[in-house]
């Protein structure tokens, strides 16, 4: 079996194709292309794949795009960073649509499906489809973090947060009264735990809040510096990688 990626963030692309390799062996990884239009550019000199991992937003357009133009495709299955999209998306049948970043016990059920969906030579209903859809519109991210203070226990909502940073070897949850805790999750898992529309990772170190985020600068390097509040002591950069997706995470 022969799978596509198109993906335009690389970090994303390379931790697919890893996840991909680690539960799939089977499945060859025959390219990955990070637009509209180099996806077209690639569908035009090579035959059509058995599966395509496709990123809803492109920076020069829609996943939606890439499908619009081809007359016929194999399945899909949809990756993306909004849940808004999923509606979308039901026109086109897709086997599943997964939040970045991509859970491996979720891509793993979805592989698994697709494989099923192989051997049986079944395609997807419209029933199965929706209720991708229904799964990932109702997923449940978390609420409140209890931290340890001496021998209690502190309760914290995530109303409060302002943002996590990475520091001194360890993860810090910084509110809105710029008090600080420790937390026992790496800025990954917090990034598969927290709802992506509230929280957005602008770097290696920092997880911020959409309330935080009080001023938007350029910055050298094509990237950006943001005036937080609560202030931290040092600058916080976007990393230029991901200078787009915060962009349309801010609706700017």
């Known amino acids: 079996m022969k799978a596509l990626i198109v993906e335009d963030e690389l970090i ?68 993306t960073a909004y849940n808004e999209y999923a509606i979308r998306g039901f026109k086109y049948n897709g086997i599943d649509y997964l939040l970045k970043p991509i859970d491996k016990r979720e891509l793993n059920t979805t592989l698994a499906k697709f494989k099923k969906s192989i051997v049986n030579k079944e395609g997807f209903s419209e029933i199965s489809a929706l209720q991708n859809f229904k799964n990932l519109l109702e997923k449940e991210y978390k609420k409140r973090f209890m931290i340890k203070i001496g021998n209690q226990f502190k309760a914290i909502k995530v109303e409060e947060i302002a943002y996590f940073k990475s520091e001194e070897g360890g993860i810090i949850l910084v509110n809105s009264m710029n008090k600080k805790f420790p937390v026992e999750y790496s800025l990954d898992q917090l990034e598969e735990i927290l709802d992506p529309f509230i929280f957005f990772r602008i770097n290696r170190k920092y997880l911020v809040t959409v309330d935080a985020v009080k001023e938007i600068h350029t910055y050298f390097n094509s990237r950006l510096l943001l005036k937080m509040l609560p202030t931290p002591k040092e600058e916080v950069i976007v990393s230029r990688e991901r200078v787009t997706k915060f962009k349309e995470w801010l609706d700017i």
């Open 12 to 79: 994303a692309a390379k931790r697919l194709q890893n996840l991909v390799n680690e539960l799939a062996p089977e499945i060859e990884l025959v390219g990955h292309v990070s637009s509209v239009k180099s996806a077209m550019s690639w569908f035009q000199v090579n035959t059509m794949p058995d599966l395509i991992f496709l990123d809803i937003q492109l920076n020069d357009g829609y996943g939606f795009d890439v499908l619009d133009q081809l007359e016929e495709y194999c399945p899909v299955i949809f990756t």
